[in-house]
């Protein structure tokens, strides 16, 4: 696969420290990839480097092959973006805003427009003023101005933020269809990780503005197993049932009176039968798979995201 965006030893020094240091991504044609980390990690300042908002500190990026430069207007034209929240000029209608957008990139399709603006469901509201709508119609908004033009690569910082259930997935119908029937390749961060689970093919993890990793989705699943959970107050007898009584080793003691056991000789219902035999208090047992919120909290050590 054509790889579209390469950075190289990206960093961005600010007063009192490295907002980004040396951070080498790698974003193929028509893929969608994940980016995530804490709150502060810098995702949304690599954002800002790749689409020219940010001048880096050190390092570059490659875009197609080529070396972009504060001078790369003909490169951004081929991007879309949303990098925090859209902006528009709320007196103005969501058709007249997109209108300005389309003089601005030179892109004169008027129903590039329209199509935009049926892909977001926003057909009914385009003479409505943007001082009108909700958040999560500006972010809708947002999204139909960054893909009108065609942009081969569209970026998004927290796309989904403030749409209901159903709006989000609708949105991610719409991301898939963009990368699986246009070709679109899409970077996107988010602090919703189910979402990007169902929808990236290659996640990028940042923390401190190091990038931690950077792997396939699928790689991420096909080695994340199924185990049975098993929540306690009695953790020291648990252990003793597990270890002496069913013979198992493949468990981890969690936090919060938790124990994953991964050996697949033992059964919920064997499980359970030893533990009460054994008077060991039991809140609750279930049979759970490893998603990609289990391995991002493994790989940055539990702190949070957002």
């Known amino acids: 696969m054509t790889v579209i965006l390469r950075t190289r030893n990206l960093s961005k020094m600010y007063k009192g420290g490295n907002s980004v240091s040396s951070v080498n991504m790698t974003i193929r044609q028509g893929e969608i990839y994940g980016f995530l980390g804490p709150n502060g990690a810098g995702k949304t300042t690599v954002m800002k480097m790749i689409t020219n908002l940010v001048k880096p500190t050190e390092g570059e990026i490659e875009f197609f092959g080529e070396v972009m430069t504060s001078r790369s207007y003909e490169m951004l034209k081929r991007m879309g973006s949303i990098i925090e929240y859209p902006v528009f000029y709320d007196k103005l209608s969501a058709r007249e805003n997109l209108l300005l957008h389309a003089e601005y990139m030179g892109y004169y399709n008027r129903q590039a427009i329209d199509d935009a603006m049926e892909l977001v469901k926003l057909r009914g509201v385009d003479k409505k003023p943007v001082k009108e709508f909700s958040l999560g119609m500006k972010q809708r908004l947002g999204i139909a101005r960054a893909v009108m033009t065609k942009p081969e690569l569209l970026i998004l910082d927290e796309p989904i933020n403030g749409l209901d259930p159903v709006g989000i997935k ?133 702190e949070g995201i957002a």
């Open 170 to 302: 609708e949105l991610r119908d719409v991301f898939r269809m963009l990368s699986r029937e246009y070709g679109m390749t899409l970077l996107i961060s988010s602090h919703i990780l189910g979402e990007i689970e169902q929808i990236a093919d290659t996640i990028g993890v940042i923390r401190g503005g190091v990038l931690l990793e950077e792997m396939a989705m699928d790689s991420i699943l096909s080695r994340n197993t199924e185990y049975i959970e098993l929540v306690t107050n009695s953790v020291s007898k648990a252990v003793y049932v597990l270890e002496h009584k069913l013979h198992l080793s493949n468990f981890k003691v969690m936090d919060s009176g938790i124990i994953r056991i991964y050996d697949e000789g033992v059964s919920q219902h064997e499980l359970n039968k030893a533990l009460v035999v054994e008077d060991v208090e039991i809140e609750s047992i279930s049979k759970n798979k490893h998603t990609l919120e289990d391995h991002f909290i493994s790989l940055i050590g539990g």
